[in-house]
């Protein structure tokens, strides 16, 4: 299972780092997105990374923006958040489709997501 992690309150402008680990679950091998949902709202795929090339993908409407990254030492996949703004206030998560390529920012089909971290830009 995943866990997105490094949520927040954050004024407009500022920054965040989200994390995305995985205990027995090898993040290296897979094709690693995140994507925002609030409760009652839509899923927004933000960004994906591939495994097979570290080919990157992001929404218009986070692109220059945010910038998703891996640690493989470390398990982990990153999502740096500058120039934050109060309508990427959403509930964060990470997923994988088990695939090794993305094809743009959206896991069309989550095989292993876990809980979410909550970003809140207000000021």
């Known amino acids: 299972q995943l866990q997105a992690s490094g949520g927040g309150l954050v004024q407009p402008g500022g920054s965040l780092r989200l994390s995305c680990t995985a205990s027995r679950f090898p993040l290296h091998a897979y094709a690693i997105g995140w994507f925002r949902q609030a409760p009652g709202k839509e899923r927004e795929g933000v960004s994906c990374i591939s495994s097979s090339d570290d080919s990157t993908y992001y929404s218009d409407s986070v692109k220059g923006r945010f910038t998703i990254s891996r640690d493989n030492a470390k398990n982990t996949v990153y999502l740096q958040m500058n120039s934050l703004k109060a309508e990427d206030t959403d509930v964060y998560y990470c997923?994988?489709?088990?695939?090794?390529?993305?094809?743009?920012?959206?896991?069309?089909?989550?095989?292993?997501w876990g809980r979410g971290t909550q970003v809140t830009v207000s000021s």
């Open positions: 997923a994988t489709d088990l695939q090794t390529v993305c094809y743009n920012e959206n896991i069309e089909h989550p095989r292993a």
